[in-house]
């Protein structure tokens, strides 16, 4: 039995979802079809699929399966292109899931320059805040920010950003300025709702952990229409550092209770857990360390807290 040929089988036959299908794919018979299956389940001594009149479903052992055969196949596609290529460069399809906004801020000026860089590599980005299945979705790589909670992907960190409590100089003359975190209770919350409650502001304090419960004026799951709304003075917002730093020092923004500790967040590089790395992933990792080793919002006197506001 040809192992590499029966499991590019039972990959077209799951991806195609019959053997007929999978017969018009491949280019052979669906008698070749039916006996690489049938060879690959006797080989294994475990059904791979369950079969109806009406349709094929995989079987648990056969969806572990068919996953491995996708990162070992996608694997040996990879080495040949490498090879092809007789100059070890990256080669192919890369596929990438990155954050919305920071997909736009801090990314997308980079693509052009990792292109040029690596002529024989084709970009698939996809900008979702979503936390996406890398194995499942067919992803090579992502960049998460936050806590990491998936211990199967590899992580690289590739750089920090704070949360900063802000809001307008006009919110805070129309509103009064907080002094302490429970004077947030007074004003209105606008919320990023991947990442916090409606309303609920909690921050490590000089006494310890606090917790207040304002008032939500908005609750969105895109961070460009909270900073949006913040901007139009409808609000205290708690916002990354990588998304208001140049509202802050323009002064379009403030900063507020700095002496509450909002905490930092970790950005990654993510891909799944893989003996041969591909060329491509690992290039891509390697570009984005260099490119984010001092970011932007931490420069220009990013790295020095804004002045807090005083009361009107």
């Known amino acids: 039995m040809d192992k590499i040929q029966a499991m590019s089988t039972f990959v077209a036959v799951v991806e195609a979802g019959s053997f007929v299908k999978a017969m018009s794919v491949l280019g052979i018979s669906k008698a070749a079809v039916s006996r690489h299956v049938a060879e690959l389940e006797q080989h294994l001594e475990t059904r791979l699929l369950q079969r109806t009149t009406r349709r094929l479903s995989l079987t648990a052992e056969g969806q572990r399966y068919f996953e491995r055969c996708k990162e070992v196949l996608a694997a040996v596609q990879e080495a040949e292109s490498e090879i092809r290529s007789r100059s070890g460069e990256a080669y192919g399809r890369l596929r990438i899931c990155v954050p919305y906004s920071f997909g736009i801020l801090h990314l997308a000026p980079l693509w052009s320059t990792f292109l040029s860089e690596n002529p024989q590599v084709q970009l698939d980005i996809v900008l979702s805040d979503r936390m996406v299945d890398l194995v499942e979705e067919g992803y090579d790589m992502a960049v998460r920010i936050g806590v990491l909670t998936d211990s199967a992907l590899i992580s690289r960190r590739l750089a920090t950003t704070r949360l900063i409590l802000c809001a307008t100089p006009t919110y805070l003359e129309r509103h009064g300025t907080p002094k302490v975190l429970k004077d947030l209770a007074h004003h209105q919350a606008i919320v990023y709702s991947y990442s916090a409650r409606a309303g ?36 205290i917002a708690l916002q990354p550092e990588f998304m208001i730093h140049e509202h802050l020092r323009r002064g379009e923004l403030v900063q507020l209770l700095p002496q509450y500790n909002t905490g930092e967040r970790n950005i990654y590089a993510l891909y799944p857990t893989r003996k041969l790395l591909p060329i491509k992933v690992r290039r891509l990792v390697d570009f984005l360390a260099r490119a984010l080793e001092r970011p932007v919002w931490q420069q220009s006197g990013g790295d020095e807290p804004t002045r807090p506001a005083t009361a009107p």
């Open 200 to 235: 609920e502001w909690s921050f490590e304090g000089p006494d310890g952990r606090e917790t207040v419960q304002s008032e939500t004026r908005l609750f969105a799951n895109n961070g460009d229409t909270c900073l949006r709304v913040a901007l139009d003075h409808q609000g």
